[in-house]
């Protein structure tokens, strides 16, 4: 399996490092900076801090994906797969929209999604006349 160097930055003390739960898993866990329980309502649509900025590979990505566990629950995340470009350089932050017709609450530490990485390939458009 091949492996790349992230480098990251924590941007609250207490974020959490993103974590691959098994040797074989083709995603890392990644959790809110959130220190207080957090409510998400009904249809709501939320941009929250994971209190991180990681800096990618020149040629790679990441992609923000929803978690089983809490797509289970009714917790996805909005745009997925959400990419992050090689030169984003601020927080990663994720977009959680709450499916159910409930409210529910995300714990601190709680892992909410998780972030896939790949290689970027970039197309030439090249125009035709038929």
């Not at 399996?1 to 890392?28: H, N, Q, S």
């Not at 409510?39 to 929803?66: H, W």
């Not at 984003?88 to 530490?109: E, F, M, R, W």
Request: net charge negative; hydrophobic share 45%.
């Amino acid at each position: 399996m091949d492996k790349i160097g992230v480098k990251f930055k924590k941007l609250a003390a207490w974020a959490a490092v993103p974590e691959y739960e098994t040797r074989g898993a083709a995603g890392c866990d990644i959790c809110l900076a959130n220190q207080e329980e957090i409510v998400l309502y009904p249809n709501e649509v939320r941009s929250l801090s994971t209190g991180l900025a990681i800096m990618i590979p020149a040629g790679y990505e990441g992609q923000i994906r929803s978690r089983a566990g809490m797509a289970g629950k009714g917790i996805i995340v909005a745009n997925a797969p959400a990419t992050i470009d090689g030169d984003h350089s601020g927080d990663i932050k994720v977009l959680l929209l709450n499916v159910t017709d409930k409210p529910i609450k995300i714990l601190p530490g709680q892992k909410v999604a998780q972030m896939v990485f790949g290689p970027v390939v970039q197309a030439v458009f090249i125009e035709e006349e038929s």
